[in-house]
């Protein structure tokens, strides 16, 4: 039988023949708060901006929008296959379906391994501010470590109890980026600003980066972090009452929603402190909180300290949720050992949270060695646009080929839809090749090789072992 014959309602097939369901309890509200919370303005934002100054010196603001456009090809591919395709797993079923049982293995291998990655790199980071709000802050990698599996220990909790618990910290979550990230930033512009507009473009080429064309590239990488995540919305499609229709609607809010909040911050942060300071603090963890209080006042200190904090929970518990539906998608396929795959009475695969936030805690242990960890948080970015990479890709054969036909989903786009797909694949595939690409002004003069090439070497040892796992079975 074709692709085409069973493609048709892939959804109704897949969730009627198998027991191991999911509670479909998510309306667009829910659904949107996820993908906001997993793409995360104060997450994504705070997390490069450091790394941006020190490395291209300023003048990003451009390359930051450049890459909010060309994610929002990215995800109107992903909305439409949603709206045909409304599975938990999203991506790597989509792969599976539309491109044959091992190129779904290879897409559900690099998919868990980057959010995995992903995980680590929020509950590292998110541990460190967690340390920073009780005082506690260390920069031995035991600490930082420690703090970190405590941040995932907390993410995991909320994944295991009672569904509304979650949903409650996760609009919490949104609530505290709406004020310690939007609110901010307003005050900021409106009150505090002390440059012109034509400041967002100056100062490009200052920092580490040998060149201003040098630096624009390293921009556009390091960019690529804040808007990752926004795929969070199709994973748990399964879960969402409506999905045709509420799935891609939430993928369009959640990336807009966070895209215009970040944009608009960075513009805000830019504008309101003098270059100098802003390169200066960049050197250190928490660049943010000292600029912020220096204008506000000592007092704020510590509010915003827990907003950051609530912030990066809501963003954790969320990738424990995002990530651990692919995982139980996987294992469904059997892909993965069956017992991922069981849910209990409450419809939570329990199995698949405690395998995910095992794996992370493994990686967290890499946090001991500031080389090793910077490998992970290289790959966490460098594996999903690999994802990226590989679904517009394989959306854009099977269209072309006349294996997947867009036209039987909810969202319509006729003609557009293949200058989207297109336009969305070439940019995933430079971007992945940009942030792979080895750069010793990223890492450090004194930076070992290995970890210069940290994306292609993990990427192409992930893609090694699928494919000698696959020749394995075929051949028992």
Known sequence: MSIMQTSSHPATSVVAEDPAMLNRSMGVWNSFTLGFAVVSPVVGLYAIIGVQTQVTGGGWFTALAICLVMQLLVATVYAELASQFPIAGGAYKWARQLGGTITGQYAGVIYVCSTIAMLTTTAYTGGIWLSILFDSA????????????????????????????????????????????LGIAVLLFLFFREHPFSELFQHLGTGSAPSKTAAFLAALAIAGWAFIGFDACSTTAEETCEPKRMVPRAIFLALSAVGAVVVFN???????????????????FDPITPLIASHIGDWFEKPFLAIVVVAF???????????????????????????????TADKTPRNAVLTTVTMAALGLLLGLSDEAVALIIAFGTGGLYAMFAMTTGVGLFTRLTGRWNPALGELKLGKWGLVINFLAFVWSLFELINIAWPRSYFAGADAPWWQLWAVPLVLGGILSCTTLSILIRRYQ
């Open 138 to 181: 260390s920069t031995s990698g035991e600490m930082m470590v420690l703090w970190g599996l405590i941040f995932l220990l907390l993410c995991m909790l909320l994944n295991l109890v009672h569904d509304r618990v979650f949903r409650i910290t996760i609009a919490l979550g949104v609530y505290a980026e709406v004020v310690g990230s």
């Open 266 to 284: 960075s513009a805000a942060l830019t504008l309101s402190f003098d270059h100098d300071t802003l390169a200066r603090t960049s050197a250190t």
């Open 313 to 343: 929970l809501a963003c954790g518990a969320s990738v424990v949720k995002y990530t651990s539906r692919i995982v139980f998608s996987m294992a469904r396929e059997g892909n993965m050992p069956q017992r991922l795959c069981r849910v």
